[in-house]
């Protein structure tokens, strides 16, 4: 059964590409080669999920724009703007190779932009979301110890950004004597 492709799909990796092998050579044992017919295969081990892997990040999404609210302007923005760019080397030897540095470098320049900008800065969010999906599809998670971390931070990270590209307005704030929720917009 050696070196068949049944074999050969039971010893893979998760989500790693791997190719058909066939045959040895002069008795030497099996050598790996490219089947002839040059079909590759992607396994997968797709985690469960469960309603938390959805609840979770939200519930973080709306604390972080809660607490976020209480910081004053313009300390807000230029923390974001910091955050943002932080972000974009959280990846960095995450599994694709120099398209970690290519996104690294795209994300600094918006994350630059986003000192001007708080739409800057959610689209520097919406980015990083953009990242997180294929790190998640191809099980190249943020923690390699929590496979779906990537899917919660790709959440967290769109509706965070749905808040900076709003202008990232403050939601509460501090009275004389208790916090209070802002109804109407800011002007």
């Not at 790693?16 to 081990?45: E, F, H, I």
């Not at 939601?171 to 929720?181: A, M, N, Q, V, Y």
Request: some cysteine; hydrophobic content about 45%.
């Amino acid at each position: 059964m050696a070196g068949t492709p049944e074999a050969t799909d039971r010893s893979c990796y998760q989500w790693n590409w791997c190719v058909n092998w066939s045959g040895g050579q002069n008795g030497r044992g099996p050598k790996p080669r490219l089947s002839t017919d040059r079909r590759m295969t992607l396994l997968a081990s797709t985690p469960q999920l469960s309603a938390m892997n959805f609840i979770g990040p939200a519930i973080g999404a709306i604390l972080f724009v809660l607490l976020m609210s209480l910081v004053p302007e313009p300390q807000r923005h230029r923390l974001n703007a910091i955050l943002v760019a932080g972000s974009a080397g959280v990846y960095i030897s995450g599994g694709f190779g120099s398209w970690e540095l290519l996104y690294a470098a795209l994300a600094t320049a918006v994350a630059y932009r986003g000192l001007g900008s708080y739409r800057f800065i959610g689209i520097g969010w919406l980015m990083h979301a953009c990242w997180d999906v294929p790190h998640h599809l191809l099980h190249k998670p943020i923690w390699p110890f929590m496979p779906t971390s990537s899917l919660g931070c790709a959440i967290f990270d769109s509706l965070i950004a749905i808040w900076f590209l709003a202008n990232a307005p403050a939601l509460i704030r501090f009275g004389c004597t208790s916090p209070k929720i802002a109804i109407a917009r800011q002007a």
